[in-house]
Each structure stands twice: as C-alpha cells, then as structure tokens.
C-alpha cells in the first residue's frame, strides 16, 4: 500500500551538511534569527501534520475528487478540516514577509516543506501553492494598504490566492489575452473575460478566493507588452477588509483531468468583475516574472515528492514481496522464493529513483539557498551572483525535476509488475499526479527554449560561465582521494557541457532553429551536469561525517556514497548521448516537409 | 507510408542522428558492470525516517 514518511535524515543531511544552512542564515540579518534547532522543530511539525492530516486523504481525494455543484465547487471529504488544520497552525505563511504576518522562513527551508506537501497530497497542495504564488506577486507590487489588507489574510488561509492567465485560445503566448479591464472610478476598473484552467479557482475551503488576473487595458498596446495585472476578489472587500456582495465572477465548471483530482481546476468567468491594478499599466507580465522563479521551482518539487513517496511505498511493496532466486544462488534457502531486490534489474529500478530523488533534493535545496541569498544577503555583489545562477537553474528546476520526477514514478509503478497498474496500491496515481507537472507552470518545452534562448543565447553563455567557474571552484574545494571518482566525472561532464555550449552558441548565431532543436537536450544535459555537481557536494560531506562521526550515521553515509556511485555509472553517462543529439544540429528535424508529417491514409 | 520524396531521408535521418547516439549510453551503463547496482545493502534500499 502507499506509505511514506518524510525523510527527515536526508533533509537534515542537505540543510546541516551539505548546505551548511545554519551558518548562510546567520550570515543574513533576514534570517538570523533562524537557527538549527527552529528549523529542526518545523521539519518535524511539517513531517508530522502533512503526514497526519493530508497523506491520509491522497487516495480518497482521487477517488472522489472535486464536485461542481450549482456553480459552487465541492473538494473532497476531509479537505475541509485539514486546511483549517494546516491554516491554524501557520503553515501558508511559513515564507511570508513577517511585516503582514508571515513567518519569514527562508526558501532553503520551505522547499523542504513544500516536498512534504507534494509528497502525502499533490491535489491539496496546489492550493497553498498557488496562494504562495499570489501573496509573493502582491507583496513585490501591491501597494501598502493593498498588502496591509490582503496578505495576512492569505498568509493565515483565511482567503486563498489563485492566477489567472490563461485563455481558452492562448497560454503559452499570453500577448493574445482577449480578457479586458475597463477603468471605473476610485481606481477600480471593471474586469470581463474567461480565463481556464484556474487551479482553487472556486473551492469551499477559504472564505474569500483572491483572483490575480492578466487583462489589457483600453489603450494597451499589442502584444506581451500591454498586458496588466488586476487583483479581483470573489467577494468585495471594504476599507477595514470586511467582505461585502458577491462579485460579478464565476466558475463555468470543471475540468476532467487524467490526475491531481483533488484540486479544483476551474474555467472562471469574469462578467464585469470589480478589480484593482497591481503595480504599473501595462506591467503585469514583468510583475508575473517576481514569482515565476519561486512557481516554477515549486513545481519541480512536486516531481521531487512524487517520486519521493512513489519510491517509498514501492519499497514498502519490495520488502514484503518475493519471488525467484537470486542469481548467485538462494539468498533465504529456507524461503519459499527470495525478496525481489536480490535481483539486479528490481534493483535497477529501485536506484534510478532513489538517485534522482536524492540529487534532486539536494538541487532543489541548491536553488533555494540561491534564491535566499538573492533576496536576502547584504552584499550586492552575492547578491547579483546569485540571481545569474537562479535564472540559468530555474527553468532547470522545473523541467529536469518534473522530467525525472515523472520518470520516478513510472520506474516506481514498474517495479509492482501487474501490482502497479491497480488503483489499490497507490502507485498509479503518482504516475497521473505527476505527470502534468512537466505540461503547465510552462511546459517543459517552454523551459527548454527559455533556457537556450534567454538564458544562454541573449548574453552569450554568460551564466553559464558563471555556473562553470562556480561548479569548478567547488570541485577543487575540499574531498579526498576515496571520492576522486565524483570529482572527475563531474568535471568531466561540465567539460563536456562547456564544449557543447560553445559550438551550439556558434550554430545559434547563424540559425535561431539551431537554438530550438537542441533545447530540450541542452537543459537535460546542464541538468545532469547540475546533479553531478550536487553528487560532488553530497559525497564530501559524506566523507567528512564518516570521518567526523556525523549526526547522519554511517549507514546513511555509506548509503549515500553508494547511491552516488549508480548515478556516476548509469545516469551520467546519458550525457554523451545528448551530446551526440545536439552536435547534430538542427537539419534532422527540419529536413522532413511540413505536408510530410501529416498521415496521408 | 511515403510522403514524398524526402519523407524517408528525413525519417532515416532522424533516427541517425537523433535516437541512434542512445547506444552510447547503454554501452558506458552495461560496461559500469554490476557493481553499482549491487553495493547497496538491502536493508540501506528502506526508508529509515
């Protein structure tokens, strides 16, 4: 059956050993007064509420799913009471500006979280997700009363945040919106549009729904850059934040989705809907891009935890089942068969997961410490390093963790045989849940593109070389000869990445299509240099705790040098194959005639 | 079915360039041996936490 426990060891290991985080927060007046011991007693709460109060409803939620009834949105049994569960206790304000009444944790924390929020309930967590979303967007752009008024109301849960951008004839290319603003008087402006696939678009878990909405103004211009950004609450709110009459919004209905059933994914229907406008005309786009790194990162955790409790419960199937004898000879003579991991292939499937959830844990908490010492270090010049590293990792985040996260919780489901493909074990419902991940937050695509396009391309290979001089530092940083292997095959990786750059910016300058045909191969390739990198750091910490006696113990220790070690000889090597594919270029995927993809018969 | 002249060129061409180069990862895995799929101990594959 599902099981999972959220695996605090690990976390711990990342925050203490790896990241060294209690010294990065005391570097830091935002976050001093963070220390190992509060950040210990939030894992263990975090653990033990999302393991308590939302795992339990993971399966029923599915089964059941939201309701659309009468124009109202029903969530699952149980949903209910563990929001105000959750709301009570704080938890959506964990990284909110403490000046409104959020807890100010820093992100270096919170993913570790948000992994456990993913991890025991996908379809709940989108709606917290969404609300952190909104409250960072606001809290960046709002004006004061506008912040004073909203965000300890959605820090608390007592209102939810949503976004709203997508149309039903656009997503992707969000300058065709067709939603438009018309100004009234007061600063107030009339909204009209509808907007799909709205994620806690209407629910009945929160007393208000906060809607942030993309729409043009009457003399905006064309395209991306005359969209505006307007706050449109589902009830009206008064000067002292009391609700008033029902705005002139609706939900159309739901969509029927392959998974995350739990959530309530809503067409929405704005029919003159009162809003105000956040931050400039005109400027609603750039004022989405301050929250899009936090999203989509977030997103990538949700393959993190999906592949996380996906492996769980698959080895809580392994260690009861047993089947066949090991090819050495009867491991348990005295048993009927032995247990499935005396066998090289189960575990095959079994160590793919586990290295790239526990690459990607220490990616995830990488990106975070980033994105913390953009936003919080006192020094400029760390500060602007950092925001080079989390916008070339960003769009990695997103489409690497949920690529590998998906990937997880297939090899998880494989590993079950016939088990796995029945709705009673759980591990279907992984693969549906995470499965869209890689598809909205921009899908991984749209990752790959903005990766080699804005990312690499538009300041020729600056970040990278960032991240190069960065990554080569650290490898040169510390370790001893019994890790020497880590070291030289992740510098040899990043060798190999830098040559591909180089040639694919050369190809790019002459033929933009080189860009987009080697997009997806390129963020995948800079993926696995990235958990490479991630692999060098876990295994000298790992060494220093065998060393030093460590608080992880040396059966993780151990454990960890182990697992290091698969993904150094069977994921790494992936990397000449996408070599191989993007030294190709651009001619076999434009050789073939439009009219010659189109079946004939 | 053929779509044309090129159809089968630019078929051929794809698979070459673009799903062919695999082969170099499943020869680097199947040389890594057995080793890194066999140092884990059966009781380190549990979650422990």
């Not at chain 1, 699952?76 to 959750?86: K, M």
């Not at chain 1, 931050?279 to 750039?286: D, S």
């Not at chain 2, 170099?24 to 066999?38: C, D, F, S, V, Y």
């Amino acid at each position: 059956m599902a099981s999972y426990r959220a695996p605090l060891r690990d976390m711990r290991f990342i925050l203490n050993e790896v990241c060294q985080a209690p010294e990065a927060w005391a570097a830091m007046p935002a976050t001093q007064a963070l220390d190992a011991g509060l950040a210990e007693a939030i894992l263990e709460e975090g653990a033990r509420v999302t393991g308590a109060e939302l795992f339990p409803l993971n399966q029923s939620g599915d089964a059941e799913g939201c309701r659309f009834e009468g124009g109202e949105v029903r969530t699952p049994a149980g949903f209910q009471a563990a929001f105000a569960t959750l709301a009570e206790g704080g938890w959506f304000g964990l990284g909110g500006n403490p000046e409104h009444d959020g807890q100010g944790m820093p992100k270096l924390l919170t993913v570790a979280f948000e992994e456990m929020l993913y991890a025991t309930n996908t379809g709940f967590a989108l709606y917290p997700a969404l609300n952190s979303g909104a409250t960072l967007l606001l809290d960046s752009h709002a004006d004061a009363a506008t912040k004073a008024c909203y965000l300890p109301r959605m820090y608390a849960g007592q209102w939810l945040g949503t976004m709203c951008l997508t149309e039903p004839h656009c997503g992707t290319d969000l300058g065709l919106i067709k939603t438009r603003a018309e100004p009234l008087d007061e600063g107030r402006y009339a909204i009209t549009g509808t907007k799909i696939w709205i994620t806690g678009g209407e629910h009945d878990m929160a007393e208000n729904i906060v809607h942030l909405v993309l729409a043009k103004l009457p003399d905006a211009p064309a395209g991306s850059r005359g969209i505006s950004l307007f706050l449109v609450p589902k009830f009206k709110v008064d000067d002292q934040g009391e609700l008033g009459e029902r705005n002139a919004l609706s939900c159309g209905g739901l969509e029927h989705k392959m998974g995350i059933k739990g959530s309530a994914t809503c067409v929405m229907n704005f029919d003159g809907a009162e809003g105000i406008l956040i931050g400039e005309p005109h400027q609603g786009l750039a004022a989405m891009f301050t929250m899009m790194n936090y999203e989509r990162l977030s997103i990538g955790i949700q393959g993190l935890g999906l592949g996380e409790v996906a492996y769980q419960s698959a080895m809580d199937f392994a260690r009861e089942r047993r089947q066949s004898r090991a090819p050495s000879g009867p491991a348990e003579p005295e048993a009927a068969a032995d247990p499935i991991l005396v066998h090289p292939d189960v575990r095959r499937m079994a160590l793919d997961v586990r290295a790239w959830n526990e690459g990607g844990r220490a990616f995830t908490a990488f990106v975070a410490g980033q994105l913390d010492l953009a936003k919080f270090h006192p020094e400029a010049a760390v500060r602007e390093e950092a925001d080079a590293l989390v916008a070339l990792l960003t769009p990695v985040a997103k489409a690497f963790l949920t690529d590998r996260g998906f990937e997880a919780t297939v090899t998880a489901q494989q590993l079950y045989g016939g088990n796995g493909y029945c709705v009673e074990w759980g591990a279907e419902q992984y693969v549906r849940d995470a499965r869209i991940a890689m598809i909205y937050e921009g899908t991984n695509g749209i990752q790959a593109m903005d990766l080699v396009g804005r990312k690499l391309a538009r300041n020729r290979g600056a970040y990278l070389t960032r991240f190069a001089a960065a990554m080569r530092a650290d490898l040169a940083a510390g370790g001893d000869a019994e890790i020497a292997d880590f070291r030289d095959a992740a510098g040899q990786a990043l060798a190999r990445l830098e040559a591909v750059s180089d040639g694919l910016l050369a190809r790019g300058a002459t033929d933009p299509n080189e860009l987009g045909a080697a997009a997806t191969d390129y963020l995948e390739l800079l993926g696995l240099v990235a958990y490479a990198w991630m692999w060098w750091k876990m295994a000298r910490a790992a060494r220093h705790g065998l060393a030093a006696d460590g608080a992880s113990g040396e059966a993780f220790y151990r454990a960890k040098l182990a697992v290091g070690r698969y993904f150094l000889s069977r994921q790494l090597p992936k990397t000449l194959t996408l070599e191989a594919r993007i030294q190709g270029g651009v001619e076999p995927l434009m050789h073939l005639a439009e009219e010659a993809f189109y079946p004939v018969d | 079915m053929i779509h044309g002249p090129s159809a089968p060129v630019g078929r051929s061409l794809f698979g070459l360039s673009r799903q062919l180069p695999k082969t170099l990862t499943l020869e680097a895995r199947i040389q890594g041996g057995a080793g890194p799929l066999m140092g884990l101990a059966e009781e380190a594959f549990y979650p422990i936490d």
